[in-house]
């Protein structure tokens, strides 16, 4: 089983980034897919998440109407397009996936992202 973050870097406040996970070892399109962050000193914080068949999504009040997560089970990749970002998004992103009626959970290695000018 693989998740393998893409996409993080260094950007200025107000940029985009796109981060995206493929996942390899497992039946993709029946987990539920998450992305997390962590920021320095602070706890792990769940960011957005989507159904396993794409049609329901959740978002940290914080990243509403800035962040959006998509999948493409055909590619086994999920997305996270994150749009007018601030210094406060700076951390490493995770990816996550999770089978409910199972239990099988799945963690990526993360991927940073630093938010400054």
């Known amino acids: 089983v693989q998740l393998v973050e893409s996409g993080g870097g260094l950007v200025q406040p107000g940029g985009s980034l796109r981060l995206s996970c493929a996942a390899s070892?497992?039946?993709?399109?029946?987990?539920?897919m998450r992305w997390y962050r962590q920021a320095p000193g602070k706890e792990r914080e769940l960011v957005a998440a989507?159904?396993?068949?794409?049609?329901?999504?959740n978002y940290a009040d914080s990243v509403k109407g800035r962040f959006t997560i998509s999948r493409d089970n055909a590619k086994n990749t999920v997305y996270l397009q994150m749009d007018s970002l601030k210094p406060e998004d700076t951390a490493v992103y995770y990816c996550?996936?999770?089978?409910?009626?199972?239990?099988?959970?799945?963690w990526g290695q993360g991927t940073r992202v630093t938010v400054s000018a």
């Open positions: 996550n996936a999770r089978q409910a009626y199972s239990g099988y959970d799945y």
């Open positions: 070892g497992f039946t993709f399109s029946s987990y539920d």
């Open positions: 989507i159904a396993s068949a794409g049609g329901s999504t």
